[in-house]
């Protein structure tokens, strides 16, 4: 199958400060990919739709100016989470779509565990 | 998206088979009904999938009623390995984002 990178798998940032997460497609191009928040205990809830070479689309709830999503080529998004704070500590997962062949799926990253101190 | 319906947790020892259930009764005609699994502090891994018939592949085996308001997930021969969080999704192709639910927690024992 398709592989799927972040970078970092971990990070620990002071509050106040801003985290930059990448999401890497590594053998194919992918136009959307997507960003999913995991709190302890709980499931993956989507946090934005990022589409190469225009703006992000964010579910209802989460702050576009905090979480800012950048996909700039077909095998990079990053998202930011600017002025984080130790309510944003969480498991972040990208996905990124594939589509080929008739196939139409979508494959995860490893995740990036975020603690804000 | 049809929503789903899967107990919390189940057990299962280690070589007998996994039969997770889920019910999606208002799935729609043309929603796949998908499988994903995810080991503790990993990203989900796709298991299976299928439309109306059973589908079974390397990894399990999905059966869906006739009237597709529900499946079950058969991991065969469990093993320490597979104990995860599996999710059962209808959605119209993975491809789309995708609404996990809770899960189940399936835990495999010795």
């Known amino acids: 199958g398709a592989v799927v990178s972040q970078h970092p798998s971990r990070v620990i940032c002071k509050s106040g400060t801003s985290v930059k997460i990448e999401c890497r497609s590594l053998d194919f191009q992918a136009t959307t990919m997507f960003w999913y928040r995991q709190f302890p205990k709980q499931s993956l809830m989507l946090m934005a739709t990022?589409?190469?070479?225009?703006?992000?689309?964010?579910e209802q709830g989460v702050e576009k100016d905090k979480f800012l999503i950048n996909h700039a080529s077909l095998t990079l998004s990053t998202l930011t989470v600017t002025s984080a704070h130790p309510e944003d500590s969480s498991f972040y997962i990208c996905s990124a779509r594939y589509m080929a062949g008739g196939l139409d799926e979508q494959f995860f990253g490893p995740g990036t565990r975020l603690t804000v101190l | 998206d049809a929503k789903t319906t899967q107990p919390p947790s189940m057990d299962c020892a280690e070589g007998r088979a996994a039969n997770l259930p889920c019910n999606h009764s208002t799935i729609s005609g043309n929603e796949y009904v998908y499988w994903y699994r995810q080991i503790h502090s990993q990203g989900p891994q796709y298991i299976i999938h299928?439309?109306?018939n059973n589908e079974t592949n390397e990894m399990a085996s999905l059966i869906i009623t006739e009237d597709r308001k529900s499946s079950t997930l058969i991991l065969p021969h469990a093993t320490l390995r597979d104990t995860a969080v599996y999710y059962c999704i209808v959605s119209l192709l993975s491809g789309y984002a995708l609404n996990f639910g809770k899960g189940t927690s399936l835990l495999v024992t010795p």
């Open positions: 990022s589409n190469e070479g225009s703006k992000a689309t964010y």
């Open positions: 299928g439309l109306k």
